[in-house]
């Protein structure tokens, strides 16, 4: 009872802070630690991830520098790619899924990929995968990776997809490190 009035209330700060984005209004950005942020995530995604039969490999770097974001909305984005890739690997045979999720740094950006082992981004839609109502899905509205790109360029950074070579695809944001502003 207490991960539904959790999870309710994550729910309710998503929705408040994505209407604010669209409104295009001002985001508050703090230090936030990407790291602890992919953890809530995938502490969010748990439950659902086992039902789903996904095993999770995570590569976290120790004592990364904190960029500077909204919370809810970088949990969004990050929930949002572990969902997508979650999708990608349903057909595949649970003991060939694989869902890692790794953070790297530099001196000017955080870098947070996501990678799976499903079925890839089909030939030839690489450039348009982040365009709106753009799905592969039977049941997606092709508005996920729109706004998790909108979100990611309203931190100042950017996000990229690319093909795996064996298998399946990577995303990837990168976002400015803090630096000590806020």
């Given amino acids: ?21 669209l409104k295009k209004s001002t985001t508050v950005l703090q230090p936030v630690d990407l790291n602890e ?4 995530v995938l502490d969010l995604t748990h439950s659902d991830l086992l039902l789903r039969r996904m ?16 919370r809810v909305q970088l949990q969004q984005v990050i929930l949002n790619l572990v969902l997508n890739a979650c999708d990608a690997m349903s057909t ?11 953070t790297v740094a530099d001196d ?19 450039d348009s995968v982040f365009d709106p109502f753009v799905t592969h899905r039977t049941q997606g509205l092709g508005l996920g990776l729109t706004i998790s790109r909108s979100i990611v360029l309203a931190h100042r950074g950017r996000i ?3 093909n795996n070579a064996d298998r399946g695809a990577t995303f990837r944001c990168f976002l400015p490190v803090a630096n000590g502003q806020v």
Avoid: W
């Avoid at 955080?110 to 030939?123: E, H, K």
């Fill in 1 to 21: 009872l207490d991960d539904v009035i959790k999870n309710d209330k994550r729910a309710g700060a998503v929705i408040y802070r994505l209407r604010e984005l």
């Fill in 108 to 126: 000017q950006f955080v870098q947070i990929a996501i990678a799976d082992r499903g079925v890839g981004i089909p030939d030839g839609q690489l």
């Fill in 37 to 40: 942020v992919t953890r809530e």
């Fill in 92 to 102: 595949v045979a649970p003991a060939e899924r694989e869902l890692t999720l790794t």
């Fill in 160 to 162: 990229q997809a690319e």
């Fill in 55 to 70: 095993p999770i490999t995570t590569a976290l770097a120790p004592g990364i520098p904190p960029v500077l974001g909204d």
